[in-house]
DNA sequence: TCTCAAAGTTCCATTATCTGGAACTGAATT
DNA sequence: AATTCAGTTCCAGATAATGGAACTTTGAGA
């Protein structure tokens, strides 16, 4: 994706987190040959940083030797996501939103052009929560992502369109900054914003962005479902609702933050 | 706590892990001078090291300077935290024994003499699961560390407990070896083993062993809940779901990854 | 069973990176 | 204006990473 900025290759940490993301992003346990192929190290060097990585508890291997991801980093995260403090500011406003609208919530915050999933509520059928959270999505084709971009200022908000190249995922996705500029202007307008079907194909969402007040949060709260039940006219009825939860995470978040900042 | 063996010190990894790790489990945001009291490390290098952990984004800044834990750990645990594959072979049994009892139900692997929380299900009132999810704790004071450490056989069982030291959560906690050892017998008789506020004041629970053909994975099932309700009646009612859970878990995990082992 | 090729591991002289003391900047306090 | 404290930068020297090559193990095929 465009924008996000790789981190550097130099150091040694940048060498072994390059190797830590593509083991722990792959979506199977890698042979030892398999990351050799797919890294530019020689193999000496490879099998050492893969040594250091597994003494440190960030890789495992298993019984046939192949690599994959280590539980320290599940440890490490979790800890610091059940203590992030906008996120438990946040919660119980995107629990109130899911009991109103019956509908998935989610709390989300940008980077640079991407969009990364803080929370998520889902009504009682499934608690199958945290697979989202921390999944990175693009900024332009996400209710969440498209809420956040509207409170950046114009020279901001040109120069990271200027950097984004734009993906089709469906045949609703913006495939022009023109186009995503208007949408944005139109959101900045109403207040939020709507996701009909850009990224993923039947699903909607309406979104309403979260600003704090030094700049320092950019983030966005959205109501998701399937296209066939947030008609039109259903994701209108939400739309108020996300913008009173989003202003209510925004009046905490300043009176949290805004002391001090 | 005992037995875990920390990671050394040494290699570059190694003291940067140490460092994202003071910051990441503490409670708060750290200052510099924070961490530069908190570590052995002279001045320079110490600001050289946080820069470098914010390059990478495992730390972040906010905009007083202080350190926090960066989002990119979240991306990377969810993303393995979603792809495990125990974990996925054991969810549907762990939400069918939280719908039989009505109680929390954990899942926990075995490391060293450590307990890792990989999956909780907590019932219909609160979906704050993650809380706990890659948290440790003891094994020789929690049900499903106990469960685990009943699978091991008797050499491994013998060496592990001769590292360990006790310490007296509650008036409840073994506090020797033979205690424990005497327990552990008792569960291997029963296929289950109980937790009577050894962890935690107020806290009970069953909890039966999970062990793959191969000795691969060594783990837990619990059912978790406050003492007035988890009486002791309750919990030999719940014993044999507990078991049946394990059972199941047990076979999908032989069937999944024997025909490969 | 033996042989060969591929996969994985270890070694060590070389080299790049990290180290840490000290000097510097900038902001807050007196 | 002077002083203190927090944070940042610098560079010669110490240390750890590098990578080519040799070595061991595994497994497939004859």
Redesign the pocket.
């Known amino acids: 994706m465009a924008g996000a900025g790789r981190t550097r290759d ?4 940048g ?1 072994l987190m390059t190797l830590l993301d593509m083991v722990a992003l792959s979506d199977d346990a890698m ?3 398999d990351i ?1 192929a797919r890294s530019d ?5 490879l ?3 893969l ?2 990585l597994v003494e440190e508890g960030l890789l495992e291997t298993d019984r046939e ?1 192949r690599y994959l991801t280590g539980i320290r980093l599940l440890h490490l995260a979790s800890h610091s996501w059940a203590r992030n403090q906008f996120r438990n500011l946040a919660e119980p406003h995107l629990r109130r939103l899911q009991e109103q609208t019956g509908e998935t919530v989610h709390l989300g915050v940008l980077r640079g052009a991407e969009v990364i999933y803080l929370d998520k509520v889902e009504g009682r059928q499934s608690v199958r929560m945290y697979s989202q959270i921390g999944n990175a999505s693009p900024a332009y084709c996400t209710g969440v992502g498209k809420a956040a971009l509207s409170t950046l200022d114009d020279l901001s908000l040109q120069r990271l369109v200027d950097t984004l190249d734009f993906h089709p995922f469906t045949e609703h996705t913006h495939l022009s900054a023109a186009s995503l500029l208007a949408d944005i202007a139109a959101t900045r307008l109403r207040g939020h914003t709507f996701d009909h079907e850009e990224h993923e194909r039947g699903i909607c969402c309406v979104a309403a962005p979260i600003r704090s007040a030094d700049h320092d949060v950019l983030a966005g709260v959205s109501v998701t479902g399937p296209a066939y039940r947030l008609t039109a006219e259903r994701l209108e009825e939400c739309a108020p609702l996300v913008r009173a939860a989003a202003a209510a995470i925004t009046v905490d978040l300043r009176a949290r933050l805004g002391p001090r900042g």
């Open positions: 130099t150091g040694t940490l060498k042979r030892f040959t050799l190290q020689p193999r000496g060097t099998h050492r940083q040594t250091h030797g």
